[in-house]
């Protein structure tokens, strides 16, 4: 699949199959994610796969907006060390998984992380370092039928767009 493709199409998906998600496709998406663009290659990111159901429905009751983490396959939780710029590092890793997801054919939906009450707790479910600051956790399985890619509505383009000045 094309990047501008992926792109274009991926969307946050909140139900899934009862399909488990291979361990290869799983490192695929933290080999895309080590790619990420960081400042100054600090790389600060760790990642934390989790697969058991157990673990995912714990961290579908800590994350209040990630409920549907229980359903999911797997769940990858990104923390990275206290950099100057780690959310932004994070988030960017976070994007790669996201894009890589769809081109396998994954469905996926980033539940933030980052400052909020459950990252303690998250922490110490999956035995992180405290030093080490939540950034996202994300969903991932292969789509429920009729929850697939399509391309969302967007604004305009002209809409966005100011040359020059605003």
């Not at 790669?96 to 469905?107: E, F, H, K, Q, Y």
């Not at 956790?137 to 697939?148: C, E, F, M, S, V």
């Not at 890619?149 to 000045?165: C, G, M, T």
Request: hydrophobic share 45%; proline share 5%; with cysteine.
């Amino acid at each position: 699949m094309e990047v501008n493709t992926a792109i274009k199409i991926r969307r946050s998906i909140r139900e899934y199959q009862d399909k488990p998600i291979s361990k290869e496709i799983l490192e695929q998406l933290i080999d895309a994610a080590r790619f990420a663009p960081t400042a100054r290659n600090i790389q600060p990111w760790e990642f934390v796969i989790i697969t058991k159901e157990e673990t995912l429905k714990k961290l579908a009751e800590l994350a209040d907006n990630g409920r549907f983490i229980a359903q999911a396959k797997a769940c990858i939780a990104i923390f990275c060390q206290d950099t100057k710029y780690y959310l932004e590092d994070g988030c960017a890793a976070t994007q790669n998984i996201l894009l890589m997801a769809v081109s396998l054919g994954l469905g996926s939906c980033w539940v933030a992380g980052d400052k909020k009450p459950y990252c303690l707790a998250v922490a110490n479910l999956l035995g992180v370092p405290a030093e080490l600051k939540l950034v996202s956790l994300i969903a991932l399985g292969y789509p429920a039928p009729n929850h697939g890619f399509k391309i969302a509505p967007k604004r305009d383009l002209k809409e966005l767009i100011h040359w020059e000045k605003f």
